[in-house]
């Protein structure tokens, strides 16, 4: 089965400051992986995923993320933060190369400081 | 485009009582819905997946009799929590995958706080 870690419970940055959150997963084959984040009140927002291809990949509102085969890791990184980013970031991974029955991570609160 | 609604935000009710919860694909069909609950600083556990027209399928530990799902067309599931009792506190949300590849997204519901006192 596969499973997903965010060892980072909280994280403060500084507004103007760059951003990388952790993400590692554990999954027997080539994962289906995906960073969400939920804001107060509001859905689970998709930032972006990763299926195959170019393992550097692009997403919404600035953000990046980097498929490390070898290091199990799919790190979120943004290399300026803005206020409006303080968030939930989840990370997550589809089962069985697929993007539907999703596992996620438990999650990374971001503060931002201004 | 891509949106999910979820209705009610927010509900209490006492306990014994049944509470439904409606989540709606605004602008696309959705052959697939998921059900998921988060517990407070914890992360988001699948609890079923709805399909329309058929049953729904369970995650292990989640009670199907307590749990009730039904998903009557390709824009609306319902998820009833039966009898609830204050353990089924919780935030409920929901997604809806628009299409049935492989590579094909979830999206997300805004979520449902149930208090139940």
């Known amino acids: 089965a596969q499973s997903v870690t965010q060892p980072d419970i909280h994280i403060t940055v500084s507004e103007g400051a760059s951003l990388e959150l952790r993400c590692n997963y554990s999954y027997g084959a080539t994962p289906y992986l995906f960073w969400y984040v939920q804001s107060p009140g509001q859905g689970l927002q998709l930032l972006l995923k990763?299926?195959?291809?170019?393992?550097l990949v692009q997403g919404i509102k600035g953000f990046e993320a980097e498929f490390k085969r070898s290091q199990s890791s799919f790190n979120l990184r943004k290399p300026s933060v803005h206020w409006s980013d303080a968030a939930e970031y989840f990370c997550?991974?589809?089962?069985?190369?697929?993007?539907?029955?999703?596992?996620f991570g438990t999650g990374t609160r971001l503060q931002v400081t201004l | 485009g891509a949106v999910v609604s979820q209705h009610p935000s927010r509900v209490i009710c006492k306990s014994g009582t049944s509470v439904k919860i409606e989540c709606r694909s605004l602008d696309f069909q959705a052959t697939t819905m998921f059900w998921y609950r988060q517990f407070p600083k914890q992360s988001l556990m699948l609890m079923a997946t709805?399909?329309?027209?058929?049953?729904?399928?369970?995650e292990q530990g989640v009670e199907k009799d307590k749990f009730l799902i039904n998903h009557a067309s390709l824009t609306l599931s319902t998820l009833t929590v039966t009898s609830a009792h204050p353990e089924d506190s919780s935030f409920y949300i929901c997604s809806a995958l628009p299409g049935q590849g492989s590579t094909d997204t979830q999206y997300f519901g805004p979520g449902t706080r149930l208090t139940v006192l």
């Open positions: 990763y299926f195959s291809g170019d393992t």
């Open positions: 709805s399909n329309e027209g058929s049953k729904a399928t369970y």
């Open positions: 997550a991974v589809g089962a069985t190369g697929t993007a539907s029955k999703l596992t």
